[in-house]
T-cell receptor, first 114, second 116 residues
Framework: AQSVAQPEDQVNVAEGNPLTVKCTYS??????LFWYVQYPNRGLQFLLK????DNLVKGSYGFEAEFNKSQTSFHLKKPSALVSDSALYFC????????????WGAGTKLIIKP | GAGVSQTPSNKVTEKGKYVELRCDPI?????LYWYRQSLGQGPEFLIY????????DSGLPNDRFFAVRPEGSVSTLKIQRTERGDSAVYLC???FGQGGLGETQYFGPGTRLLVL
């Protein structure tokens, strides 16, 4: 069965430092990977996705993610964190066996301290 | 253009009552999805519409849950005989296309349902 793991419930980073939010996945076919961000009392906002091609994907707000097939990972990164990046981040995956469903991780709370 | 909108933003009801949650997708998006999100968890798929028809309703937890999209635009999620365990944030998303694997789903702000 398809699954997504976000091993860290919370990540704390000082403003200006690089940040990484981890995501690993398990699917039987080729993965289609997504990152979303959720601010308090707001819906999920799309950040970026990997479908095929370059392993490094660039997205909104300066975020990027690296697809690593051998490690089945899709970690979210940003070179220099902002306090406004503090939010809940979700990784999600689809493949041929998941039909139309996005399979979601449990989320990682990112806290950027000034 | 406008994003996905959902009404109401909050709904408080009593156990056993019937509720309807509405979703208005992005104009021109033919694919529409409903998810449910409980506190501290990722969203859980409920149902997917392509046009007017439910192409995948495998996520609906039981027959108390039903959703319609009669004209291929606005969708209504209906919950009968609500239970306290139905309390969650109900999210709607839409995408432009046939629900393909690489399509980006755009989410509304959600409806927070509380069943007392």
């Amino acid at each position: 069965a398809q699954s997504v793991a976000q091993p860290e419930d919370q990540v704390n980073v000082a403003e200006g430092n690089p940040l990484t939010v981890k995501c690993t996945y398990s699917v039987s076919g080729n993965p289609y990977l997504f990152w979303y961000v959720q601010y308090p009392n707001r819906g999920l906002q799309f950040l970026l996705k990997y479908i095929t091609g370059d392993n490094l994907v660039k997205g909104s707000y300066g975020f990027e993610a690296e697809f690593n097939k051998s490690q089945t990972s899709f970690h979210l990164k940003k070179p220099s964190a902002l306090v406004s990046d503090s939010a809940l981040y979700f990784c999600a995956v689809r493949d041929m066996d998941s039909n139309y469903q996005l399979i979601w991780g449990a989320g990682t709370k990112l806290i950027i301290k000034p | 253009g406008a994003g996905v909108s959902q009404t109401p933003s909050n709904k408080v009801t009593e156990k056993g009552k019937y509720v309807e949650l509405r979703c208005d997708p992005i104009s021109g998006h033919t694919a529409l999805y409903w998810y449910r999100q409980s506190l501290g968890q990722g969203p859980e798929f409920l149902i997917y519409f392509q046009g007017t028809g439910a192409a995948d309703d495998s996520g609906l937890p039981n027959d108390r849950f039903f959703a319609v999209r009669p004209e291929g635009s606005v969708s209504t999620l209906k919950i009968q005989r609500t239970e306290r365990g139905d309390s969650a944030v109900y999210l709607c998303a839409s995408s432009f296309g046939q629900g393909g694997l690489g399509e980006t789903q755009y989410f509304g702000p959600g409806t927070r349902l509380l069943v007392l």
